[in-house]
């Protein structure tokens, strides 16, 4: 149903910025979610940032204040600006469609921050 073509990560060091892009193709108008989840090594997945239909957005813990997502409907896009970072940021960024268990999602995208 829906396509998502991820891009924008890399290594960064401590204090850096890092902005990911997902671009969503397809059936765009079913979607209602968008999110960015990461997995780093050892740990759980864990919801990073999500928007809503409406615009309503919600953050973990530990990015608030410190990323941000957005999103160009025009452009079927969603992004997530990423300052401040730390090395517990590394991990495997996905954007996802949906939701966690039935959604779609875009093959990942490595941010590794490191000095």
């Known amino acids: 149903q829906v396509q998502l073509v991820e891009s924008g990560g890399g290594l960064v060091q401590p204090g850096g910025s890092l902005r990911l892009s997902c671009a969503a193709s397809g059936s765009i108008f079913s979607i209602y979610f968008m999110g960015w989840y990461r997995q780093a090594p050892g740990k759980q997945r864990e919801l990073v940032a999500a928007i809503m239909r409406g615009g309503n957005t919600d953050y973990g813990d530990s990015v608030k204040g410190r990323f941000t997502i957005s999103r160009d409907n025009a452009k079927n896009t969603v992004y997530l600006q990423m300052n401040s970072m730390k090395p517990e940021d590394t991990a495997v960024y996905y954007c996802?469609?949906?939701?966690?268990?039935?959604?779609?999602w875009g093959q990942g995208t490595q941010v590794t921050v490191s000095s």
């Open positions: 996802n469609v949906n939701g966690d268990r039935f959604g779609s």
